[in-house]
């Protein structure tokens, strides 16, 4: 077999002023039941004591290292691991977040069940909400839970574009550093946090000509806190996530990608980015209207108009910025989808749940 269930495994942690939260995020690491690990840890110019903490976790265990650098962004930190990186796969945790036990063990005995050579193995994660309080703070599975199946082959991204639509979770993963290095994969060096996982999940997802999915909770990430992304303060911060789907964008057509399923995929992420700013900046921002007009021009309109996942208020907000007459739309493919989806998340979720907690809300044709 290709794939060996004790190969080392390069763990990048890109870090910037987490003192908070660092601890737990190394400890989670370090308690791993796959111990064949290298953990990188990327100082990127901490005011706080996050270069303590690293470095303290490096003194106690040989298997931690501390690089040291100038702030530059998440981008940077992370290509700086995986240039250094001596592990045949590369994982890339966020320094706020932390991991389940046999997350490392569970993932290599899945590509080890395989003849052929493995490019990105992919699980989903769980949602840590609201975790400034400790009363207040809960965990949910992310919707991709149980949308697949565990695999039993490897797969390529057009067989399940479902992975681009989905929250860029590039966290979530194992990547084999050959395949990074033979398709020159790395991250746009974006200032700060920059949104820099957008570029790479397309590079990566896209070029992988084997991958597959373990249908498993093991990765907790902490989620925006409500209201944390209302009123942007720079033009920037209101333009990146318009910027970062037209980057994707423009990625998709230079690999030559064409896919039916992949680039609606897209799309629907394109919508979310638009709804996500007008709900954050506001409708009568008129960089979010210029932006939202971009992303929308480069849009195919008939994936809009058959696509069930972008509801008649998307729909209806695409023809009006574009200035072109709406047709008629599906409603029924629309109603068929909303029927399939409100199943999945009572699966997911429990009715319990979803009628305790208006967060755990149903999908709506608004």
């Not at 796959?34 to 990127?44: G, Q, W």
């Not at 992304?229 to 720079?234: A, G, Y």
């Amino acid at each position: 077999m290709h794939s060996d269930p004790s190969a080392l495994v390069t763990v990048i942690v890109p870090i910037y002023n987490v003192e908070k939260y660092l601890e737990q995020c190394l400890s989670s690491i370090a308690s791993q039941t796959h111990e064949s690990l290298e953990v990188l840890c990327i100082n990127d110019g901490s005011t706080d004591s996050s270069r303590d903490i690293a470095e303290r976790f490096a003194s106690n265990d040989k298997r931690f290292v501390v690089i040291s650098k100038r702030n530059e962004g998440y981008g940077a930190s992370c290509n700086l691991g995986i240039e250094k990186a001596r592990g045949k796969w590369i994982s890339i945790i966020e320094p706020d977040d932390w991991i389940s036990p046999t997350m490392y063990e569970d993932m290599l005995n899945l590509a080890g069940r395989f003849e052929e050579e493995v490019d990105v193995v992919k699980t989903p994660w769980i949602e840590v909400r609201f975790w400034d309080n400790p009363e207040t703070q809960a965990e949910r599975p992310c919707t991709l839970y149980k949308r697949m199946k565990t695999s039993i082959e490897p797969f390529v991204i057009k067989d399940n574009p479902i992975l681009l639509e989905a929250h860029p979770s590039i966290w979530s993963a194992l990547y084999r550093k050959k395949f990074l290095d033979e398709k020159n994969i790395r991250f746009i060096p974006y200032p700060g946090a920059g949104w820099a996982d957008n570029p790479f999940l397309i590079e990566s997802l896209c070029q992988a000509s084997s991958i597959l999915y373990l249908d498993t909770l093991y990765y907790h990430y902490r989620t925006d806190l409500p209201g944390s992304t209302l009123n942007h303060q720079s033009d920037e911060a209101i333009a990146r996530p318009f910027d970062r789907w037209i980057d994707m964008m423009r990625m998709l057509d230079e690999l030559g990608v064409d896919d039916r399923g992949v680039l609606e995929a897209h799309h629907v992420r394109g919508f979310d980015y638009v709804a996500g700013a007008i709900c954050d900046d506001g409708w009568d921002n008129p960089l979010v209207r210029s932006k939202t007009r971009e992303v929308f021009e480069m849009m195919d309109e008939s994936i809009v108009v058959e696509c069930p996942r972008i509801n008649a208020r998307k729909k209806r907000l695409f023809f009006e910025v574009t200035e072109r007459p709406a047709p008629r739309l599906f409603r029924l493919t629309r109603a068929k989808f909303l029927a399939s989806e409100t199943l999945h998340l009572i699966k997911i979720y429990g009715i319990k749940l979803i009628t305790e907690h208006a967060s755990f809300h149903l999908p709506s044709e608004a």
